[in-house]
């Protein structure tokens, strides 16, 4: 690989890794207690970035992430107390971090510009850094054997908590317990200058200390001396004659060069003379707190690396693209080779090509499979939107994501991404009310927003659903009205009203904000999930939420379809959207209102002879029952042939405006078959049993009237 | 005693600065004399006065030190005009100096 492109996969692997630690500040951002899993994978992205970015020499980069991952490990530790304005500022550094990567993947080997905001960000950061390493001395029971204090001094290492004169504590009262204790021989005081005197907040302590401390006394009772602290400040206490990994443990965890520290205390005379190279005294009983230092991270690092090895391997879109344009090649010659060793009558030449048939269905699904990612690729960027759109709208808004790892073809990601924005958008800015409002109306002060990703009937549907006021469809008609979108003279269902917000130039707020309400986007979304061969449906109860209901079909590429042949022509039913097959019922069939009584049901069905205005069919007919989300209907076609893998190819431009179709493919014999479109045939078959009831109505209405008008001359 | 209060502690007089301290220097009163304190950098020559201070804790001490260390960074000349027993034995405790002008009663 040369380096050109390790760095291209390095920025991916970046901005993959930034991703991730995004939604996992979300996560936290609502539940501020945070797991220790989720802490640590945190960790280990800004370790991953600083790790890698290390292996091409950015060092804006690995400044910024250097101090990024301190702080993430102090939370991960359970030193640093999460709240809001925290997860905030990492989030703020997080996006701070995906300009820096954009900078240097368009320009490498320039030096990042550090402007105010990244100065900013790093004194925010390095406020939450200066005291870095873990407190590990606890006043309660103390892991360090007493006994052992007859050589060589304590040292005490004390960062106190920004906070801490504001508690109410004073650290000169700690050191003068201290010394009652035993004697300091050396003390380091380290005042933390603020960056900029207008913003020192003079009642933040800045000081922390270091010290040498003679004392008989055993490490519960020095331990004890920061009994009130130890929560929020980090003491560090490392007894007498701890070795030298001892301290390179703790200069390790410091923020900055650990040499800086390890060389002001060898002045300090707090190291052991043992030469740092020389192998790691052993102390006759191992201060506890050492190995708790060691061990424990490198173990956490040992495990992630193992999951981090064998999660993926980057292939190039366009590779698989190949691969899964030559596996639909192999499935349709496959179709050929098994019709014609059905032709040659050989028994074993039939098996061999089943066995092969199978074969290829598996490598087909395979493939397919390949392009399938989880769509929380587009869900995880909602936390962030939601967060941002509702905080400005000053609305508290709690996200669900139900099924994100329902897998979706990684070709709809980008163009379902989108539309979903969109959607969910709108859903903040006009489907959820204003806490006031809503507790008004009884329900809960914080919003709910739900994105469900699931699969069903051979579709994946995502639903995105609020718990708001719902739509209006008084207001919906209003404005179809005033801008004259509404048909004339017709009565529309609700399904029909919802939809009219998604014509062009569409929109019911009354005010026009800057997040929606602008009467565009609508009808893009409606076009991008038309191309997507999706449908939307909506569902809305006033004053409960609506939910919009978008329906995909699985993977664009290659169906299991079912083979049918209609006045001669073969046509293609995909296979998952089909329920049954039965003959054409003689009688249990109203040809008037074109239904048909299916067990315990009427359906309505539509004839494919009628459809393409082919002659009526004088041999036996058969219908397919199909099954499209919550609608059954029957599709009436001359003969079944059987199942077929059909390996989608999209219509020419000359046929794209077609309705009921939506692509071809090539059969096992090379003739052409049309793949029918089944939500649009039932959506062609409601439309035109709506029209007969209403046409058959008026007739009637003509009828009595003239009915009516006879019988009075009659009279 | 109420004028007192509200008057500034900060005089200026030429290339001289002379913070007048009084009272307690404590966490209560960093946050109105901060302004004050930190006006002095203005003058090359900074003198802090803590004749008059009662009372001063670590958080009076870190102003202190916050404004040495500034006057230091920019090349001001810093001094106490004397030395402070409370503020000795506090800057003791942590190791620390402040530089006092060679005062005229007593040593430093």
């Known amino acids: ?113 550090e402007d105010a905001e990244h100065r900013r960000l790093l004194t925010a950061l390095e406020a939450h850094t200066q005291f870095a390493p873990t407190a590990v001395a606890s006043a309660a029971p103390c892991p360090v054997a007493p006994e052992n204090t007859e050589s060589g001094n304590w040292h005490l290492f004390l960062r106190y908590h920004p906070d801490l004169f504001q508690h109410g504590f004073d650290p000169a009262s700690f050191l003068r317990y201290l010394g009652k204790h035993g004697s300091i021989v050396h003390i380091h005081t380290h005042l933390e200058m603020p960056d900029r005197l207008q913003d020192f907040d003079p009642t933040t302590c800045r000081l922390s200390n270091e010290l040498a401390l003679r004392s008989q006394a055993s490490a519960a009772e020095i331990a004890a001396a920061f009994e009130f602290i130890q929560d929020d400040s980090e003491i560090d206490i490392l007894p007498p004659a701890s070795d030298y990994d001892a301290f390179a443990a703790l200069a390790a965890r410091y923020g900055g060069s650990p040499e800086t520290h390890l060389a002001r205390w060898r002045e300090a005379g707090y190291l052991p003379s043992a030469a740092p190279t020389a192998p790691p005294v052993q102390s006759p009983t191992p201060p506890v707190e050492v190995a708790i230092v060691q061990n424990v991270p490198q173990e956490k690092r040992r495990s992630a690396d193992r999951i981090e090895g064998s999660r993926f391997i980057r292939i190039e879109a366009a590779k698989l693209d190949a691969l899964i344009n030559r596996v639909g090649e192999l499935v349709i010659s496959t179709a050929s080779s098994r019709m014609r060793a059905k032709q040659t009558a050989d028994s074993d030449m039939i098996q ?72 969910v958008r709108n859903a903040i800015d006009h489907g959820i009310e204003d806490a006031a409002s809503r507790l008004a109306q009884g329900k809960p002060a914080r919003g709910l927003l739900r994105l469900k990703a699931y699969h069903d009937t051979g579709a994946i549907v995502v639903d995105i659903s609020d718990d708001g006021r719902g739509m209006n469809k008084a207001a919906i008609l209003a404005k179809a009205q005033e801008r004259g979108l509404l048909p004339e003279g017709r009565q529309l269902s609700d399904q029909e009203i919802y939809k009219l917000i998604f014509l062009p130039g569409f929109s019911t707020a009354e005010q026009v904000s800057d997040i929606s309400g602008r009467g565009v986007g609508m009808d893009v979304v409606r076009r991008n999930i038309d191309a997507l061969r999706g449908e939307i449906e909506i569902l809305s109860t006033a004053g409960q939420g609506s939910t919009l209901r978008i329906r995909l079909p699985l993977t664009l590429a290659i169906i299991d379809g079912f083979h049918v042949e209609v006045g001669g022509s073969s046509l293609v039913l995909p296979l998952d959207m089909m329920a049954e097959c039965m003959d054409m019922p003689s009688q249990q069939i109203s040809r008037e209102t074109r239904q048909i009584w299916l067990r315990d049901t009427w359906i309505p069905y539509v004839s494919l002879r009628e459809l393409f205005s082919l002659p009526p069919c004088d041999g036996p007919e058969y219908v397919v ?54 939500p649009q045939l039932i959506q062609l078959a409601l439309k035109r049993e709506d029209r007969l009831v209403e046409q058959r109505q008026a007739s009637l209405t003509e009828h009595s009237i003239a009915l009516a008008n006879s019988t009075t001359r009659t009279i | 005693m109420l004028e007192a209060d509200i008057e500034s502690p900060l005089r200026i007089e030429g290339q001289e600065a002379t913070l007048t301290l009084q009272g307690d220097l404590t966490i209560f009163t960093v946050d109105a004399l901060k302004d004050d304190v930190f006006l002095a950098l203005n003058c090359p020559r900074i003198r802090v006065s803590l004749d008059a201070v009662n009372d001063i804790d670590s958080c009076g001490l870190q102003l202190l030190l916050v404004l040495a260390r500034q006057a230091q960074d920019i090349g001001r000349d810093f001094a106490l005009s004397k030395s402070h027993p409370e503020a000795d034995a506090l800057l003791a405790l942590y190791g620390l100096d402040l530089p006092v002008l060679a005062a005229e009663g007593g040593a430093p």
């Open chain 1, 352 to 423: 061999a090509v089943e066995v092969l048939s199978q074969l290829v269905e598996g490598i087909r699904d395979d493939a397919l499979n390949l392009r399938m990612v989880p769509i929380s690729e587009i869900f995880n960027r909602f936390p962030r939107m939601v967060h941002d759109v509702s905080a400005r709208l000053g609305k508290e808004i709690e996200l669900d994501l139900v099924g994100a790892d329902t897998e979706i073809d990684k070709s709809m990601i980008e163009k379902l991404t989108d539309p979903l924005m969109h959607i």
């Open chain 1, 625 to 678: 029952v199909a099954q499209f989300g919550q609608t059954t209907a029957g599709i009436i076609v001359d003969r079944l042939i059987g199942d077929i893998q059909a390996v989608i190819k999209p219509l020419g431009s000359l046929f794209r405006s077609l309705r009921g179709v939506s692509g071809s493919t090539i059969m096992g014999n090379g003739r052409l078959a049309l793949i029918l479109d089944i």
């Open chain 1, 1 to 113: 690989m040369n380096n050109e492109s390790a760095l291209a996969l390095f920025f991916e692997e970046a901005f993959e890794q930034s991703n991730l630690l995004e939604s996992l500040l979300l996560s936290l951002d609502m539940q501020p207690e945070g797991n220790a899993e989720d802490l640590s994978a945190m960790f280990r992205s800004a370790h991953t970035i600083k790790g890698s970015a290390g292996l091409f020499a950015l060092d804006g980069l690995i400044a910024f992430t250097h101090v990024m991952e301190n702080v993430l490990d102090r939370m991960r530790n359970g030193e640093l107390a999460i709240d809001k304005p925290l997860v905030g500022l990492l989030l703020a550094c997080n996006d701070h971090l995906r300009h820096m990567l954009a900078h240097y993947r368009s320009e490498p080997a320039a030096p990042f510009p």
